[in-house]
């Protein structure tokens, strides 16, 4: 039998949002600070950097074959990473 989950389905839409840090999530609401992607840039970002971030933040720990990676920058301070990896064939 399958356990329920504790955590109601949070919709889309709504004004709360995950975030990671850490390795661990926690809920914000959009008036603690909410996305303005008018206040970020996006950019080519190296392995090593990449890397680093994602072992550091992600939950798995653990980062995969990439083919390309792009940072997330709030005033030249990398916030996020976006990380393409090489599908498996």
Same mark, same amino acid.
């Given at each position: 039998?399958?356990?329920?989950?504790?955590?109601?389905?949070?919709?889309?839409?709504?004004?709360?949002?995950?975030?990671? /840090?850490?390795?661990?999530?926690?809920?914000?609401?959009?008036?603690?600070?909410?996305?303005?992607?008018?206040?970020?840039?996006?950019?080519?970002?190296?392995?090593?950097?990449?890397?680093?971030?994602?072992?550091?933040?992600?939950?798995?720990?653990?980062?995969?074959?990439?083919?390309?990676?792009?940072?997330?920058?709030?005033?030249?301070?990398?916030? /996020?990473?976006?990380?393409?990896?090489?599908?498996?064939?």
């Amino acid at each position: 039998m399958r356990r329920a989950s504790l955590a109601a389905e949070i919709d889309p839409a709504s004004d709360w949002c995950q975030r990671w /840090g850490q390795r661990r999530h926690s809920w914000r609401h959009r008036s603690e600070g909410g996305f303005d992607a008018s206040l970020y840039t996006v950019e080519p970002i190296g392995e090593l950097v990449a890397k680093s971030y994602v072992i550091d933040h992600h939950y798995s720990g653990t980062y995969p074959a990439a083919s390309r990676r792009f940072g997330l920058f709030l005033d030249d301070l990398l916030v /996020g990473v976006a990380v393409f990896g090489i599908p498996v064939r």
